[in-house]
Antibody
Framework: QVQLVESGAEVKKPGASVRLSCQAS????????IHWMRQAPGVGLEWMGR????????HLPQGFQGRVILTRDTSTSTVYMDLSSLRFEDTAIYYC???????????WGRGTLVTISS | QTVVTQEPSLTVSPGGTVTLTCASS?????????PNWFQQKPGQAPRTLIY???KKHSWTPARFSGSLLGGKAALTLSGVQPEDEAEYHC?????????FGGGTKLTVL
């Protein structure tokens, strides 16, 4: 069965960086885009960008360009998200999700909490 | 930057019908925005209900339907059940970016 498993919770200080991982299983890793979304406490969801695991090409919204780097390791079917220059407002639950043909985000990870605290 | 707007909250009686909408600041929502609808319950990840305007996932209950209505994407729940109480998020593809609405808190009362 398809599964996306994110890495564990993180606590970071402002200005630091964090790396989250999303390991996929149960399907051909290179066949579908992986996206990252986040949800700050009491706030709606926010799209952070996507990577094509087949070639590593990424697309990020303007607001995250320069702060987010997406990479993948096809040998372990894992996508990584590096978020730098952390701010208090980056405190959120971060999700990875798979996009299949036709813009269907069918499987989501359970989410990982990142807390920014001084 | 496109802003996507949803009703902040709605209340519906069990067995009733309710329509949630999703509007774009740049104009009418069309099928080219590939509207998605997600249901999210407290402490859980979002779960896809509708994609590409009106397509259902295999786990989407029949009482949920998606459409375009008056220039907006719409999610209609017919015969609402108590377990439908949740937050509902819409997602649109706008100028090569995906943009979420602010979410609608649906109360079944």
């Amino acid at each position: 069965q398809v599964q996306l498993v994110e890495s564990g919770a993180e606590v970071k200080k402002p200005g630091a960086s964090v790396r989250l991982s999303c390991q996929a299983s149960g399907y051909t890793f290179t066949s579908y885009y992986i996206h990252w979304m986040r949800q700050a406490p009491g706030v709606g969801l926010e799209w952070m960008g996507r990577i094509d695991p087949s070639n590593g090409h990424t697309h990020l919204p303007q607001g995250f360009q320069g702060r987010v780097i997406l990479t993948r390791d096809t040998s372990t079917s894992t996508v990584y998200m590096d978020l730098s220059s952390l701010r208090f407002e980056d405190t959120a639950i971060y999700y990875c999700t798979r996009e299949t043909d036709g813009g269907l985000f069918d499987y989501w990870g359970r989410g990982t909490l990142v807390t920014i605290s001084s | 930057q496109t802003v996507v707007t949803q009703e902040p909250s709605l209340t519906v009686s069990p067995g009733g019908t309710v329509t949630l909408t999703c509007a774009s600041s740049t104009g009418a929502v069309t099928s080219n925005h590939y509207p998605n609808w997600f249901q999210q319950k407290p402490g859980q990840a979002p779960r896809t209900l509708i994609y590409t305007t009106s397509k259902k996932h295999s786990w989407t209950p029949a009482r949920f339907s998606g459409s375009l209505l008056g220039g907006k994407a719409a999610l209609t729940l017919s015969g609402v059940q108590p377990e439908d109480e949740a937050e509902y998020h819409c997602l649109l593809y706008c100028n090569h970016n995906w943009v979420f609405g602010g979410g609608t808190k649906l109360t079944v009362l």
